[in-house]
């Protein structure tokens, strides 16, 4: 069976909409096709490929270009891949492990140095070079148990708009502040804000705040409230699906506001900072009930430009054999020379001081773990004494990484 990987064009967008949903297990009505289209194609410079089985798709992938907020500021393009499925009937193959090749080779072509995804199941992409980059924790708080011990002051004051889209320019610029100074964070384009605008939630009815302050807004929050009583009670549910602040005067009244928002029980908020200081406000911390899980998993593969474009936290030097073994072009041995904040990355014959995977390299890159932690789980072996306590200072960043964007 002969079965090709080739770009997708526009007017095959609907059966390749349709194999995704048999890939992940649902059927899109004619009407759901077309939201998707809305969603997830139109206004999208994106790079659709499937994989053939004569007229049948079997097997897709998506780049979509981005670029994330790296330690010290600047901005690097990511290939953000999406849309990964292998039809039930073609699995097992060796059908995806073709479409992430073809899907870095399209990267590479057009001077993507990374990629990134969020993984649908954890087991999958480390055998493709793709490390946990960033984490990030799921919250639940009973309202009862929101008394706030700590803050910083709180001099401006928070306002409910009328509807959520109205306040769009202050979001819009509330983001681009607080990207400028978060490793891992996206810039948001114009199309993924009106996508993030348009997304509803069953049953729940939608509101956003905005923290003001000085005549400026430094954050905003998104939040449903899905009504509920009991025996009389009330019982609601508040979902916090957005909350991004560039002050910590911003983020503590934000935090406030919503967990004292009357009638509600429970606060819920998915993909926060692992480094979030609400923990550290709360006079009950334990009643905040986290749980920690992967976020983003990146794949390095300029591993020259991608190390030269981050800023690092000691002068220094570090020769790291790098094991990529999906795709040995990239990997190597590389001599990293930091003056303190910022290095140089050349390919060397020089001895390693560490040895690494590919994996490895990225989920250290962005200060999400260390390579202390890497190599007390068995995964980095340290040829030259002093080498990890180095790697572990030269790549710590001030701030976890975070990426409060799906795609
Ligand atoms: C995940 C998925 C795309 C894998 O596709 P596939 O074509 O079967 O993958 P391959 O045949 O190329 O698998 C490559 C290797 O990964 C392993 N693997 C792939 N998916 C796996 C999974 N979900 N669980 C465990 N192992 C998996 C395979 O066993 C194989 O291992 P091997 O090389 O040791 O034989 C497919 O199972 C799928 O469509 N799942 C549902 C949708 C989904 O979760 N997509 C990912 C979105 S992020």
């Known amino acids: 069976m002969d079965i ?20 992940c297990s649902y059927h899109s009505s004619d009407e759901e096709l077309v939201q998707a289209r809305e969603r997830y194609h139109r206004g999208f410079d994106r790079r659709i490929f499937a994989a053939f089985d004569g007229e049948q798709i079997v097997a897709t992938g998506i780049n979509v270009p981005m670029a994330i907020t790296l330690p010290g500021g600047a901005s690097l393009p990511m290939a953000a891949v999406t849309a990964i499925t292998t039809r039930p009937t073609h699995r097992r193959r060796g059908l995806v492990t073709s479409m992430i090749g073809t899907l870095i080779d399209d990267a590479a072509a057009h001077g993507d140095p990374i ?14 070079g793709y490390g946990i980059a960033i984490e990030a924790d799921s919250w639940e708080l009973e309202r009862q148990y929101a008394a706030f011990e700590s803050s910083v002051a709180i001099s401006g004051s928070v306002r409910m708009v009328d509807t959520v889209a109205d306040a769009r320019a202050a979001y819009e610029q509330v983001w681009q502040r607080a990207h400028a100074a978060q490793p891992g964070m996206p810039k948001r384009t114009d199309r ?36 509920d009583s009991r025996d009389g009670l009330p019982q609601n549910e508040v979902i916090i699906q957005e909350l991004v602040t560039v002050t910590d005067a911003a983020h503590a009244a934000l935090w406030r506001f919503v967990c004292s928002i009357d009638l509600s029980k429970t606060i819920r908020a998915s993909n926060r900072a692992v480094d979030d200081p609400l923990l550290w406000m709360l006079a009950d911390p334990r009643r905040l009930a986290r749980r920690t899980r992967d976020a983003i998993w990146l794949r390095i593969i300029d591993v020259p ?19 990529d073994a999906f795709r040995p072009q990239s990997g190597g ?33 962005l200060g999400g773990t260390s390579c202390s932690v890497l190599a007390r789980a068995g995964r980095i072996e340290e040829h030259t004494a002093g080498a990890l306590r180095t790697a572990d200072l030269l790549f710590a960043t001030e701030r976890a990484p975070w990426c409060p964007q799906g795609w």
């Open 4 to 23: 090709a990987i080739r770009p997708v064009g526009d007017e095959q967008l609907d059966t390749f909409d349709r194999a995704v949903g048999a890939g």
């Open 115 to 128: 990629a990134g995804l969020w993984a649908s199941e954890s087991v999958i992409y480390g055998r493709f």
């Open 192 to 227: 993924m804000w009106d996508v993030r605008l348009m997304t509803q939630g069953e049953g729940t009815i939608q509101f956003a705040v905005l923290y003001e302050e000085a005549g400026r807004c430094d954050g905003y929050a998104f939040y449903r409230v899905r009504p």
């Open 305 to 323: 430009r991608t190390l030269e474009a981050r800023t690092y936290g000691i002068s220094g030097a570090l020769v790291l054999d790098v094991v």
């Open 333 to 365: 041995r590389f001599r990293l020379d930091s003056d303190g904040v910022h290095a140089t990355c050349v390919r060397t014959d020089a001895a390693p001081d560490l040895k690494l995977s590919a994996a490895d390299l990225a989920a250290i890159y």
